[in-house]
């Protein structure tokens, strides 16, 4: 699907469902807030979702314990935001959302139909980012990032081969990265991304950060749409979009341990 026939599809009116026509386009990035960009979306329209939400202020310490009042927090805001995910994911989607040990169960909570159904998104698996260096807690050093896999009601996850491991082993330095305090690995997002798309899908980020999700779709032949609400990481993401389309493709992804079989 080109980008023309993919915009016209993306577009759809959406008159008789409460929702005000608007004009989303593929391959752009918003600045704006998550739910007021995915509202902006018609129903079933993206193929796929690759995101690193917000989830650091989720569980926070005080006093070396964690706040149930941040859990409750997360817990409200983020299940508005699964509502949203649910509306415009096609019915075969799948994806990755980065998350860690406190916000792992809430992250899958937040799909979670209220009445009982078959037919829902769903978190059937977590995989782990073995970061090769330790982190921050004690007594035990975290050396690890969480990655829970979506899962729409008609997904077959063909994609990924059947040997393939629950953990992805590559150094990615703690604390100093170049764009975001959060910034996650190119090459990584590249693997996520094969794993739950098709050359052409539509992939969506609405947390975009400092624009990793998009440079990873471009290096792949996918189209994305991203949203980011802070002014200087959009304006970052934005001169990384630039600069990766002014660039040839010169070298594919190096492989990424633990991907497939080993």
């Excluded at 939400?53 to 859990?71: E, H, I, K, T, Y």
Aim: hydrophobic letters at 35%.
């Amino acid at each position: 699907m080109d980008q023309a026939s993919a915009e016209r599809k993306l577009n759809t009116s959406r008159k008789g469902k409460g929702m005000k026509d608007t004009i989303i386009k593929i391959d752009v990035i918003y600045n704006e807030d998550s739910l007021t960009g995915l509202r902006r979306l018609p129903d079933d329209c993206i193929d796929a979702l690759i995101t690193d939400p917000p989830f650091s202020f989720a569980g926070g310490l005080s006093n070396g314990r964690s706040s149930q009042v941040d859990n409750q927090f997360f817990s409200h805001w983020w299940a508005s935001v699964c509502r949203q995910l649910e509306r415009v994911l096609k019915p075969d989607a799948e994806g990755f959302i980065w998350c860690d040990w406190r916000t792992a169960p809430l992250i899958a909570e937040g799909f979670k139909p209220k009445k009982q159904t078959y037919n829902f998104f769903r978190i059937p698996q977590v995989i782990y980012h073995y970061r090769e260096m330790p982190g921050m807690g004690r007594p035990f050093r975290s050396s690890v990032d969480l990655i829970a896999y979506l899962r729409g009601p008609k997904s077959k996850a063909h994609r990924i081969p059947n040997d393939t491991q629950n953990w992805i082993s590559k150094y990615w330095y703690y604390g100093k990265h170049e764009y975001h305090p959060a910034e996650k690995d190119v090459g990584i997002t590249e693997q996520l991304i094969e794993w739950c798309s098709d050359e052409n899908s539509i992939i969506l980020d609405p947390f975009l950060g400092s624009g990793t999700t998009a440079i990873a779709a471009i290096k792949n032949n996918r189209h994305y749409i991203g949203f980011e609400r802070d002014e200087k990481y959009f304006q970052d993401a934005q001169k990384r979009i630039e600069n990766k389309k002014a660039q040839p493709l010169l070298f594919a992804r190096t492989d990424i341990i633990g991907a497939s079989g080993g």
